[in-house]
């Protein structure tokens, strides 16, 4: 099973896939975690370039495709067909929402690029974690983290992602579950437990 966690920051999303890891292990099952950009060694000299540097839209774009084919080529795959749960911290719904909707790069470009790089390879289930951007700016502070190159696009740029994850959600109801992320850890980790059980993930 291929589960990945998407919405902008501050929205829980690395929280959230480490606690559903420690339920699927206190189950039994095999999980992988993994990130993107990263997973590889490839990839995590290109998150540094990504999130330390200032590049072109385009080349962003590109980068990130170039980071999620070896990801994809060298870490999820191998793991789905060994039996495990792939967990992935972001995948090709960050490009759609973030170069797509963010930098308004063309949507048939970048969905062409994703699949090119991961070879058709979808998500099962996909939690989005949907905060308003300025509560995840605020919830960012408070846990003293500094603000990337990506990040960094103000808040116009962060609703325009958060408006295209959820045109993501609407398109494709059955793999995307929207989870409001702006309550309790707590509240938002039951959310995510019982759509699992209602979709026979656990």
């Not at 690395?14 to 206190?26: D, K, P, W």
């Not at 870490?75 to 960050?94: E, H």
């Not at 099962?124 to 603000?147: E, V, W, Y």
Request: net charge negative; proline share 4%; hydrophobic share 45%.
């Amino acid at each position: 099973m291929f589960i990945t966690f998407e919405g902008i920051d501050g929205s829980g999303k690395s929280t959230q896939l480490e606690l559903l890891a420690e339920t699927f292990r206190e189950a039994g099952r095999k999980v992988l975690l993994t990130r993107e950009p990263g997973g590889t060694a490839l990839a995590e000299n290109l998150r540094k370039v990504l999130l330390e540097s200032n590049v072109s839209a385009q080349a962003e774009l590109l980068l990130f495709g170039a980071a999620r084919a070896q990801h994809v080529a060298e870490v999820i795959k191998p793991a789905l067909d060994d039996g495990a749960i792939v967990l992935s911290d972001r995948f090709t719904d960050s490009s759609v929402a973030y170069q797509g909707g963010g930098l308004k790069l063309p949507a048939d470009f970048i969905d062409a690029m994703n699949q090119f790089a991961c070879e058709d390879l979808r998500p099962d289930i996909t939690f989005l974690l949907d905060i308003d951007p300025l509560a995840g700016n605020k919830r960012q502070q408070l846990n003293h983290q500094k603000p990337d190159t990506i990040e960094s696009r103000g808040l116009g740029f962060l609703e325009r992602v958060r408006q295209a994850y959820l045109q993501i959600a609407l398109r494709d109801p059955h793999r995307v579950i929207i989870i409001n992320a702006a309550r309790p850890l707590a509240s938002v980790q039951c959310d995510i437990i019982a759509a699992l059980q209602q979709r026979g993930g656990l």
